[in-house]
Protein backbone atom coordinates (compact mmCIF):
# COMPACT_ATOMS: atom_id res chain seq x y z
CA UNK A 1 0.00 0.00 0.00
CA UNK A 2 1.03 3.56 -0.67
CA UNK A 3 2.22 5.34 2.57
CA UNK A 4 1.19 9.19 0.74
CA UNK A 5 -1.91 9.89 3.44
CA UNK A 6 0.49 8.52 6.17
CA UNK A 7 3.37 10.83 5.23
CA UNK A 8 1.30 13.69 4.15
CA UNK A 9 3.18 13.91 0.32
CA UNK A 10 1.37 14.73 -2.67
CA UNK A 11 1.37 12.58 -5.36
CA UNK A 12 -0.25 12.36 -8.82
CA UNK A 13 0.26 9.12 -11.41
CA UNK A 14 -0.28 9.72 -14.98
CA UNK A 15 -1.00 6.97 -17.26
CA UNK A 16 0.86 7.47 -20.58
CA UNK A 17 0.03 4.15 -21.92
CA UNK A 18 -1.11 0.79 -20.83
CA UNK A 19 2.37 -0.52 -21.06
CA UNK A 20 4.53 2.02 -18.99
CA UNK A 21 3.33 4.36 -16.31
CA UNK A 22 4.71 7.63 -14.84
CA UNK A 23 4.42 8.76 -11.10
CA UNK A 24 4.73 12.31 -9.58
CA UNK A 25 5.81 12.55 -5.95
CA UNK A 26 6.09 16.17 -4.11
CA UNK A 27 7.82 15.24 -0.53
CA UNK A 28 6.06 16.52 2.40
CA UNK A 29 7.92 19.33 3.96
CA UNK A 30 8.26 17.12 7.33
CA UNK A 31 9.90 14.10 5.64
CA UNK A 32 13.63 13.14 6.91
CA UNK A 33 16.40 12.39 4.24
CA UNK A 34 15.76 8.57 2.94
CA UNK A 35 17.00 6.66 0.08
CA UNK A 36 14.71 7.28 -2.57
CA UNK A 37 14.65 3.81 -3.93
CA UNK A 38 13.11 2.70 -0.25
CA UNK A 39 10.65 6.17 -0.94
CA UNK A 40 9.49 5.14 -3.89
CA UNK A 41 8.85 1.04 -2.88
CA UNK A 42 6.79 2.34 -0.17
CA UNK A 43 4.38 4.66 -2.40
CA UNK A 44 4.09 2.82 -5.49
CA UNK A 45 2.16 -0.71 -5.38
CA UNK A 46 3.69 -3.80 -6.84
CA UNK A 47 6.94 -2.92 -6.94
CA UNK A 48 10.63 -4.28 -5.80
CA UNK A 49 13.45 -2.31 -4.94
CA UNK A 50 15.86 -3.69 -7.84
CA UNK A 51 13.09 -2.72 -10.38
CA UNK A 52 13.59 1.23 -8.62
CA UNK A 53 17.09 0.34 -9.29
CA UNK A 54 17.25 -0.51 -12.73
CA UNK A 55 14.70 2.71 -13.19
CA UNK A 56 17.44 4.84 -12.04
CA UNK A 57 20.16 3.31 -14.31
CA UNK A 58 18.13 3.96 -16.99
CA UNK A 59 17.71 7.58 -16.46
CA UNK A 60 13.64 7.25 -15.38
CA UNK A 61 14.07 8.43 -11.58
CA UNK A 62 14.23 12.38 -11.78
CA UNK A 63 14.37 14.78 -9.08
CA UNK A 64 13.84 18.32 -9.53
CA UNK A 65 13.87 17.68 -13.49
CA UNK A 66 17.58 15.72 -12.84
CA UNK A 67 18.24 12.04 -12.91
CA UNK A 68 19.38 10.81 -9.84
CA UNK A 69 21.14 7.62 -8.59
CA UNK A 70 19.62 5.08 -6.49
CA UNK A 71 21.40 5.97 -3.35
CA UNK A 72 19.99 9.63 -3.49
CA UNK A 73 18.13 10.94 -0.24
CA UNK A 74 14.91 12.69 -0.79
CA UNK A 75 14.53 16.07 0.83
CA UNK A 76 11.80 18.15 1.83
CA UNK A 77 9.45 19.30 -1.50
CA UNK A 78 11.70 17.36 -3.80
CA UNK A 79 9.79 16.95 -7.10
CA UNK A 80 9.98 13.03 -7.60
CA UNK A 81 9.37 11.84 -11.46
CA UNK A 82 9.62 7.86 -12.08
CA UNK A 83 8.42 6.33 -15.33
CA UNK A 84 7.86 2.39 -14.86
CA UNK A 85 6.87 -0.44 -17.20
CA UNK A 86 3.55 -1.67 -16.58
CA UNK A 87 3.89 -3.40 -12.48
CA UNK A 88 3.08 -7.50 -12.96
CA UNK A 89 -0.39 -8.73 -12.91
CA UNK A 90 -1.29 -12.06 -10.97
CA UNK A 91 -2.01 -14.40 -13.67
CA UNK A 92 0.80 -17.27 -14.67
CA UNK A 93 2.74 -16.97 -17.90
CA UNK A 94 2.95 -20.17 -19.07
CA UNK A 95 5.69 -20.35 -21.70
CA UNK A 96 4.72 -21.95 -24.84
CA UNK A 97 6.68 -23.28 -28.03
CA UNK A 98 5.47 -20.94 -30.69
CA UNK A 99 7.50 -20.03 -33.96
CA UNK A 100 8.59 -16.57 -34.10
CA UNK A 101 9.46 -14.22 -37.08
CA UNK A 102 12.94 -12.25 -35.51
CA UNK A 103 14.22 -9.89 -37.35
CA UNK A 104 16.76 -9.11 -35.17
CA UNK A 105 18.22 -10.41 -32.14
CA UNK A 106 21.31 -9.54 -29.64
CA UNK A 107 21.70 -9.33 -25.86
CA UNK A 108 19.47 -6.47 -25.08
CA UNK A 109 16.69 -6.77 -27.07
CA UNK A 110 14.47 -8.66 -29.82
CA UNK A 111 12.58 -6.97 -32.86
CA UNK A 112 9.58 -10.09 -34.27
CA UNK A 113 7.34 -9.52 -37.23
CA UNK A 114 3.84 -10.00 -35.95
CA UNK A 115 1.64 -11.96 -37.87
CA UNK A 116 -2.11 -11.13 -38.00
CA UNK A 117 -3.87 -12.77 -35.86
CA UNK A 118 -1.57 -13.21 -32.86
CA UNK A 119 -2.46 -11.43 -29.78
CA UNK A 120 0.72 -9.77 -28.27
CA UNK A 121 0.22 -10.47 -24.48
CA UNK A 122 -2.20 -12.97 -22.70
CA UNK A 123 -5.55 -11.23 -21.15
CA UNK A 124 -8.57 -12.41 -19.25
CA UNK A 125 -9.65 -15.52 -21.44
CA UNK A 126 -6.88 -15.60 -23.97
CA UNK A 127 -4.16 -16.93 -21.52
CA UNK A 128 -2.28 -19.53 -23.99
CA UNK A 129 -1.06 -18.49 -27.62
CA UNK A 130 0.14 -15.14 -27.68
CA UNK A 131 3.76 -13.79 -28.14
CA UNK A 132 4.54 -13.38 -24.85
CA UNK A 133 3.84 -16.84 -24.22
CA UNK A 134 6.09 -17.55 -27.20
CA UNK A 135 8.65 -14.78 -26.28
CA UNK A 136 8.53 -16.61 -22.85
CA UNK A 137 9.68 -19.93 -24.14
CA UNK A 138 12.01 -18.47 -25.94
CA UNK A 139 14.07 -16.43 -23.13
CA UNK A 140 13.27 -18.79 -20.42
CA UNK A 141 17.20 -18.49 -19.12
CA UNK A 142 16.91 -14.64 -19.27
CA UNK A 143 15.86 -13.70 -15.36
CA UNK A 144 13.62 -10.86 -16.78
CA UNK A 145 11.31 -13.75 -17.91
CA UNK A 146 11.63 -15.72 -15.01
CA UNK A 147 9.34 -13.48 -12.82
CA UNK A 148 5.66 -14.91 -14.37
CA UNK A 149 5.17 -10.98 -15.57
CA UNK A 150 2.39 -11.33 -18.02
CA UNK A 151 4.09 -8.58 -20.10
CA UNK A 152 7.90 -9.17 -19.72
CA UNK A 153 10.26 -6.91 -21.99
CA UNK A 154 6.65 -5.02 -23.91
CA UNK A 155 6.90 -1.45 -24.01
CA UNK A 156 4.92 -1.27 -26.88
CA UNK A 157 2.15 -3.39 -28.68
CA UNK A 158 0.10 -4.17 -32.29
CA UNK A 159 -3.70 -4.95 -32.25
CA UNK A 160 -4.57 -8.73 -33.18
CA UNK A 161 -5.38 -8.32 -36.61
CA UNK A 162 -2.41 -6.28 -36.81
CA UNK A 163 0.57 -7.27 -38.66
CA UNK A 164 4.03 -5.69 -38.18
CA UNK A 165 7.26 -4.69 -36.12
CA UNK A 166 7.37 -4.86 -32.68
CA UNK A 167 10.21 -4.53 -30.08
CA UNK A 168 10.96 -6.65 -26.67
CA UNK A 169 13.32 -6.38 -24.16
CA UNK A 170 15.61 -8.57 -22.61
CA UNK A 171 16.59 -7.06 -19.47
CA UNK A 172 15.40 -4.59 -16.68
CA UNK A 173 18.16 -1.63 -18.12
CA UNK A 174 16.56 -2.22 -21.80
CA UNK A 175 13.00 -2.56 -20.73
CA UNK A 176 13.62 1.14 -18.90
CA UNK A 177 15.06 2.97 -21.59
CA UNK A 178 13.04 1.40 -24.37
CA UNK A 179 9.84 2.38 -22.05
CA UNK A 180 11.43 6.45 -21.88
CA UNK A 181 11.70 6.45 -25.31
CA UNK A 182 8.15 5.38 -26.13
CA UNK A 183 6.78 7.56 -23.59
CA UNK A 184 8.83 10.55 -24.81
CA UNK A 185 7.62 9.48 -28.47
CA UNK A 186 11.04 9.30 -29.78
CA UNK A 187 10.65 6.03 -31.83
CA UNK A 188 9.70 6.35 -34.96
CA UNK A 189 6.49 4.05 -36.34
CA UNK A 190 5.32 3.65 -39.70
CA UNK A 191 2.43 1.92 -40.63
CA UNK A 192 0.56 1.10 -43.84
CA UNK A 193 -2.96 0.99 -43.99
CA UNK A 194 -5.80 0.37 -46.81
CA UNK A 195 -8.51 2.72 -46.27
CA UNK A 196 -11.92 3.10 -47.61
CA UNK A 197 -12.78 6.42 -49.80
CA UNK A 198 -10.60 8.57 -52.29
CA UNK A 199 -8.17 10.29 -49.26
CA UNK A 200 -8.90 14.43 -50.70
CA UNK A 201 -5.36 15.31 -49.47
CA UNK A 202 -2.39 13.47 -50.55
CA UNK A 203 -1.36 14.04 -46.87
CA UNK A 204 -1.88 16.05 -43.93
CA UNK A 205 -2.51 15.46 -39.34
CA UNK A 206 -4.61 14.22 -37.49
CA UNK A 207 -4.78 15.99 -33.62
CA UNK A 208 -7.67 14.73 -32.03
CA UNK A 209 -7.59 12.94 -28.49
CA UNK A 210 -8.35 8.86 -28.14
CA UNK A 211 -10.50 7.52 -25.63
CA UNK A 212 -12.81 4.80 -25.03
CA UNK A 213 -16.57 4.38 -26.51
CA UNK A 214 -19.17 4.68 -23.33
CA UNK A 215 -20.93 2.54 -24.88
CA UNK A 216 -18.85 -0.42 -25.87
CA UNK A 217 -15.33 -0.34 -24.01
CA UNK A 218 -14.02 -2.59 -26.49
CA UNK A 219 -13.44 0.37 -28.87
CA UNK A 220 -12.13 3.70 -29.40
CA UNK A 221 -14.02 6.90 -29.89
CA UNK A 222 -12.41 10.30 -31.19
CA UNK A 223 -12.63 13.22 -28.24
CA UNK A 224 -12.32 16.52 -30.96
CA UNK A 225 -12.68 18.74 -28.07
CA UNK A 226 -9.96 17.19 -26.08
CA UNK A 227 -12.47 17.18 -23.45
CA UNK A 228 -11.92 13.69 -22.99
CA UNK A 229 -9.87 10.80 -24.10
CA UNK A 230 -5.75 11.32 -24.57
CA UNK A 231 -3.89 13.52 -26.99
CA UNK A 232 -3.31 11.32 -30.56
CA UNK A 233 -1.41 12.39 -33.34
CA UNK A 234 -1.32 10.74 -36.58
CA UNK A 235 0.55 11.50 -39.65
CA UNK A 236 -0.88 10.31 -42.86
CA UNK A 237 0.75 10.15 -46.44
CA UNK A 238 -1.07 9.07 -49.64
CA UNK A 239 0.68 5.74 -50.98
CA UNK A 240 -1.55 4.88 -54.37
CA UNK A 241 -5.43 5.71 -54.87
CA UNK A 242 -7.73 3.20 -56.22
CA UNK A 243 -10.86 5.17 -56.61
CA UNK A 244 -12.95 3.69 -53.57
CA UNK A 245 -10.14 2.79 -51.64
CA UNK A 246 -6.56 4.63 -50.92
CA UNK A 247 -2.80 2.76 -49.64
CA UNK A 248 -1.76 4.96 -47.30
CA UNK A 249 1.09 5.60 -44.71
CA UNK A 250 0.48 6.72 -41.33
CA UNK A 251 3.79 7.47 -39.35
CA UNK A 252 2.49 7.82 -35.51
CA UNK A 253 3.32 10.58 -33.31
CA UNK A 254 1.59 8.73 -30.12
CA UNK A 255 0.53 5.35 -29.39
CA UNK A 256 -2.92 5.18 -28.49
CA UNK A 257 -5.10 1.99 -28.45
CA UNK A 258 -6.84 1.63 -32.32
CA UNK A 259 -5.68 5.30 -33.29
CA UNK A 260 -4.84 4.79 -36.79
CA UNK A 261 -8.39 3.09 -36.72
CA UNK A 262 -10.15 5.22 -35.28
CA UNK A 263 -8.47 8.12 -36.44
CA UNK A 264 -8.91 6.90 -40.19
CA UNK A 265 -12.97 6.56 -39.30
CA UNK A 266 -12.92 10.03 -37.81
CA UNK A 267 -11.89 11.60 -40.95
CA UNK A 268 -14.49 9.33 -42.72
CA UNK A 269 -11.76 6.81 -43.98
CA UNK A 270 -12.37 3.55 -42.13
CA UNK A 271 -9.88 0.63 -42.62
CA UNK A 272 -10.97 -1.89 -45.27
CA UNK A 273 -12.64 -4.81 -43.65
CA UNK A 274 -12.61 -3.19 -40.10
CA UNK A 275 -14.97 -4.63 -38.61
CA UNK A 276 -14.71 -2.83 -35.08
CA UNK A 277 -15.49 0.82 -37.08
CA UNK A 278 -17.19 -0.11 -39.70
CA UNK A 279 -14.90 -0.73 -42.52
CA UNK A 280 -16.28 -3.97 -43.53
CA UNK A 281 -18.97 -3.09 -45.73
CA UNK A 282 -19.15 -1.49 -48.96
CA UNK A 283 -18.57 1.80 -48.43
CA UNK A 284 -17.69 3.34 -51.59
CA UNK A 285 -17.87 1.87 -55.62
CA UNK A 286 -20.60 1.45 -57.90
CA UNK A 287 -24.06 -0.95 -57.17
CA UNK A 288 -23.19 -3.86 -59.65
CA UNK A 289 -23.36 -7.08 -58.59
CA UNK A 290 -19.81 -7.86 -60.13
CA UNK A 291 -18.23 -4.67 -57.89
CA UNK A 292 -19.72 -6.38 -54.71
CA UNK A 293 -18.22 -9.86 -55.37
CA UNK A 294 -14.84 -8.58 -56.02
CA UNK A 295 -15.09 -6.94 -52.89
CA UNK A 296 -16.61 -10.10 -51.24
CA UNK A 297 -13.63 -11.58 -52.28
CA UNK A 298 -11.23 -9.08 -51.79
CA UNK A 299 -12.46 -9.40 -47.80
CA UNK A 300 -12.43 -13.11 -48.19
CA UNK A 301 -8.54 -12.52 -49.00
CA UNK A 302 -7.87 -9.92 -46.21
CA UNK A 303 -10.22 -11.45 -43.45
CA UNK A 304 -9.07 -8.08 -41.14
CA UNK A 305 -8.20 -4.78 -40.88
CA UNK A 306 -6.02 -3.72 -43.80
CA UNK A 307 -3.33 -2.48 -41.45
CA UNK A 308 0.80 -3.44 -41.55
CA UNK A 309 3.17 -1.88 -38.86
CA UNK A 310 5.93 -1.41 -41.12
CA UNK A 311 8.97 0.76 -40.18
CA UNK A 312 10.28 0.97 -36.76
CA UNK A 313 13.15 3.01 -35.43
CA UNK A 314 14.90 3.51 -32.13
CA UNK A 315 17.94 3.95 -30.11
CA UNK A 316 19.73 1.11 -28.85
CA UNK A 317 19.52 1.53 -24.91
CA UNK A 318 22.91 0.24 -24.75
CA UNK A 319 25.21 1.67 -27.42
CA UNK A 320 22.80 4.86 -28.01
CA UNK A 321 22.80 3.81 -31.93
CA UNK A 322 20.26 4.93 -33.66
CA UNK A 323 18.41 1.36 -35.82
CA UNK A 324 16.05 1.37 -37.97
CA UNK A 325 13.87 -1.77 -39.68
CA UNK A 326 11.68 -2.25 -42.54
CA UNK A 327 9.04 -4.92 -43.00
CA UNK A 328 7.54 -6.28 -46.48
CA UNK A 329 3.68 -6.31 -46.63
CA UNK A 330 2.47 -9.43 -45.60
CA UNK A 331 0.66 -12.19 -48.58
CA UNK A 332 -2.66 -11.13 -47.22
CA UNK A 333 -1.99 -7.32 -47.94
CA UNK A 334 -0.33 -7.51 -51.04
CA UNK A 335 -2.99 -9.92 -52.79
CA UNK A 336 -5.82 -7.33 -51.94
CA UNK A 337 -3.75 -4.37 -53.13
CA UNK A 338 -2.17 -5.79 -56.55
CA UNK A 339 -6.29 -6.91 -56.76
CA UNK A 340 -7.57 -3.43 -56.57
CA UNK A 341 -4.80 -2.04 -58.96
CA UNK A 342 -5.65 -4.08 -61.48
CA UNK A 343 -9.86 -3.93 -61.18
CA UNK A 344 -9.20 -0.14 -61.57
CA UNK A 345 -6.56 -0.56 -64.39
CA UNK A 346 -9.10 -2.75 -66.36
CA UNK A 347 -11.88 -0.09 -65.79
CA UNK A 348 -9.95 2.73 -67.22
CA UNK A 349 -8.84 0.71 -70.29
CA UNK A 350 -10.91 2.64 -73.90
CA UNK A 351 -13.56 0.52 -74.61
Request: proline content about 6%; overall charge neutral.
Amino acid sequence: MRNDALNGSEETRQDSSELYEHFRFIVDRGQSPVRIDKYLAHRIENISRSKIQAASEAGNILVNDKPVKSNYKVKPADVISILLPTPPRDEELIPENIPLDVVYEDEDLLVVNKPAGMVVHPAYGNLRGTLVNAIAWRMKDLPLFQQGELRPGLVHRLDKDTSGLLVVAKNELALNKLARQFYEHSCERRYVALVWGDMEHAEGTINACVGRNKKDRKIMDVYPEGDEGKPAITHYKVLERFDYVTLVECRLETGRTHQIRVHMKYIGHPLFNDAAYGGDKILKGTVFSKYKQFVEHCFELLPRQGLHAKTLGFTHPRTGKRMFFDSELPPDMTAVIDKWRRYISSRKIPE
